[in-house]
């Protein structure tokens, strides 16, 4: 599986109750780590994580359960910059350690496969692997009247915690996406697969990065598994986060059949990375479009209200590719 933010973990929890006998893997994005306060923060891998553990928020959907602020509170106190970010004092023990490990020259993906010992640790057939060991950030341009260009760059956890993604996003871009290469695991994991799933996440900051790394797309495109991918806009709309903001950036309409384009089908000589994609029965009017650029279009209702629901829909996807 392809993964990311909130959306795709519920996204897991409903594949997990599907195929609960399953081998899983989930690569998971990494393009929207931040260093804050000394501490290198991986939002997505530790979403995916806690939720997964059972430790993660779900009222919030991101963070850990039965969080406290006090850490936060004193570095606002001491007038400390980037208190804006939601840095919980359950959450700082993960950074801690991470940031730990990393400086002593431990890979990321060595890092996160001890930090899910703890946590998947009742589930040993689920794995999470980063997109990459190389650090890969996402900065997004915004309006500034005062700067030189009438723009500036701020990272993306700025744009979409401390700004809210209110300003327009000018331009998104990727700093050492083209050095990175994909984490142990990765590639491996995309060749040996029955089935490879991409999942309802950000398309642009999300499942973008994932694809972006030099070798991951290739990847995909050849596996002998089916790939499917599902819809994160439902009916004009995304149905968590605001990737709304973000797909005009890179020139892609706030539909669920333009993101289905926008990933591609593999057949053909495009560099697609998709054999099918599902939508939500109320995008059904963008069935047409997705086909003539030669992607196989399904139609389901994509809500993830439960795991169970989800789960319901992911199985009936793959059972019709499969017959």
Known sequence: ??????????????????????????????ADDITLHG???????DTLMY??????????????????????????AYGADNTWFGLGDRDLGTHLFRTQLLAAG???????????ARWWAHDP??????????????WVDVPDPEAAEGRRAVHFQEYWV???????????????????RPAPGVEEALAGAELVLVGPSNPVVSIGPILAVPGIRAALRSTSAPVLGFAGILHGAPVLGMAHRLLPAIGVEVDAGAVGRHYGSRAGGSDGVLDAWVMDTGD?????????????????DLVMSSPDATAAFVRRAVERVAA
């Not at 519920?10 to 399953?22: N, W």
């Not at 991101?62 to 570095?75: I, P, Q, T, Y």
């Not at 057939?125 to 996402?138: F, G, I, K, Q």
Request: proline share 4%.
């Open 1 to 30: 599986m392809l993964a990311g933010g909130v959306g795709g973990s519920r996204f897991t929890q409903g594949v997990r109750r599907a195929y609960g006998d399953a081998d899983i893997t989930v690569i998971g994005n990494t």
């Open 39 to 45: 501490l290198r923060i991986c939002p997505d891998l």
């Open 51 to 76: 939720t997964l553990g059972g430790g993660g928020d779900t009222e919030r959907g991101w963070g850990r359960v039965d969080e406290s602020w006090r850490a936060v509170e004193e570095l606002r």
């Open 106 to 116: 431990v890979p990321l993906s060595e890092v996160t496969r001890r930090l899910c």
């Open 125 to 138: 057939a689920l794995r999470l692997l980063p997109m990459s060991d190389d650090p890969v950030e996402t």
């Open 162 to 180: 401390r700004l809210r993604a209110e300003p327009e996003a000018l331009a998104v871009t990727r700093v050492g996406i083209e050095e990175a």
């Open 284 to 300: 059904e009017t963008s069935v047409g479009a997705v086909e003539a650029a030669g992607l196989r279009a399904l139609v389901d």
